[in-house]
Nanobody
Framework: QVQLVESGGGLVQPGGSLRLSCAAS????????MGWYRQAPGKERELVAG???????NYAYSVKGRFTISRDNAKNTVYLQMNSLKPEDTAVYYC????????????????WGKGTLVTVSS
């Protein structure tokens, strides 16, 4: 079994910064991609940013230039640096690990963290 634990959420003023972390633990041989999603009240969950094991990244248009995703493959950890935060960034942020293999030839599975709340408000 694999667990994802997020940290770093909280209350921040508009224009401020936060750094989210997500550490994956358990039976892990490799992880294909890791990413951050968010869900605001009354809205669907949306992709914020993703990163492959090779370091390729993609971002939602609304966060480009403000958020940066990074990854430490040795630690099975993904980070999200969020700068110039806006009230509309307020949401629960979820970590996702896709294509997680327990062995070299194992079947890839996807896992989710429980989420961390980010509130941007003055």
């Amino acid at each position: 079994q694999v667990q994802l634990v997020e940290s770093g959420g909280g209350l921040v003023q508009p224009g401020g910064s936060l750094r989210l972390s997500c550490a994956a633990s358990g039976s892990i041989f490799s992880i294909n991609a890791m990413g951050w999603y968010r869900q605001a009240p009354g809205k669907e969950r949306e992709l914020v940013a993703g990163i492959t094991s090779g370091g390729d990244t993609n971002y939602a248009y609304s966060v480009k230039g403000r958020f940066t995703i990074s990854r430490d493959n040795a630690k099975n950890t993904v980070y999200l640096q969020m700068n110039s935060l806006k009230p509309e960034d307020t949401a629960v942020y979820y970590c996702n690990a896709a294509g997680v293999r327990a062995t070299m030839r194992g079947y890839g599975m996807d896992y989710w963290g429980k989420g961390t709340l980010v509130t941007v408000s003055s």
